[in-house]
């Protein structure tokens, strides 16, 4: 032996397969732990087989909640149809109206109506009288306790116009359900819009989106003074429809995101 050389001798160390559904459920739990977004989607610094892990938990998570809600759905037609004829009548009236405020929700957007942006509305300095009492009316039911105070307990057109050009108004606008209306939000809409006595109709010569904003408020208003007398059963019926539209919202978003990876 030389001096000052030195031997090293290489060890070979066992490799430890994992089973390929073993490896599998890992990624699952790992998946399950950190959540799901579109960034992990396409994430690819932990290592060369995320996207396939991921897509894999991704596709068995949506098949879970796919079975889940048409479970949830089947119970929820059948406490309607098992209701009393009365009951039973006053729900389909609720739908009927849900349906039609949510409908209004979608065509503010739409690009063939005058006005095509609802943020167009927000441009207006001077509107006339009734673009003005119209869109102030419908803006009570979406400002806050905070936001009303801080405006002096009135709204004003500047008010109206921040929140038009606002580019989360529509989001805020579908997130204002009638369960979380108050009573002196739709108290201040009644009044203004009585007093000024603007109907769908006149706005509807001076904007579309104007005009579907008094739709939605309106069908709003309706649905919350038919449910608010409803039976504890009917709101309980009510409430789970609320929780079954967020379970198909929430495969909906998994959809996309596994559309995207």
Request: proline share 3%; charged share 30%.
């Amino acid at each position: 032996m030389q001096k000052g050389k030195k031997f090293h001798t290489k060890i070979r160390l066992p490799v430890c397969k994992i089973p390929s559904h073993i490896h599998a459920g890992i990624w699952s739990i790992i998946f399950g732990y950190v959540g799901v977004n579109k960034s992990l989607a396409n994430c690819r610094l932990v290592c060369k087989k995320w996207k396939k892990y991921f897509k894999r938990f991704l596709q068995t998570l949506l098949l879970e909640k796919r079975n889940a809600l048409a479970s949830f759905k089947q119970e929820w037609e059948d406490l309607i149809e098992n209701s009393s004829p009365l009951m039973k009548q006053d729900l389909n009236n609720a739908l009927q109206l849900k349906s039609e405020y949510e409908r209004f929700v979608e065509l503010i957007p739409k690009k063939y109506s005058l006005f095509h942006r609802v943020s167009d509305l927000g441009k207006l300095n001077r509107p006339n009288l009734l673009l003005h009492y119209g869109i102030i009316s419908v803006m009570y039911l979406l400002a806050s306790k905070d936001e009303l105070k801080k405006e002096g307990g009135r709204l004003s057109w500047n008010y109206c116009k921040k929140r038009l050009q606002d580019k989360n108004f529509i989001k805020s606008l579908k997130e204002t359900t009638p369960e979380k209306l108050t009573h002196t939000q739709i108290t201040m809409f009644q009044e203004i819009r009585q007093a000024s006595l603007i109907t769908p109709e006149q706005l509807s010569h001076e904007s579309t989106q104007a005009q579907y904003l008094m739709e939605w408020a309106l069908k709003v208003v309706e649905y919350r003074e038919l449910t608010k007398n409803f039976s504890k059963e009917a709101r309980e019926i009510i409430e789970l429809l609320n929780v079954r539209e967020n379970k198909q919202r929430e495969i909906e978003k998994f959809q996309q995101i596994l559309t995207s990876a």
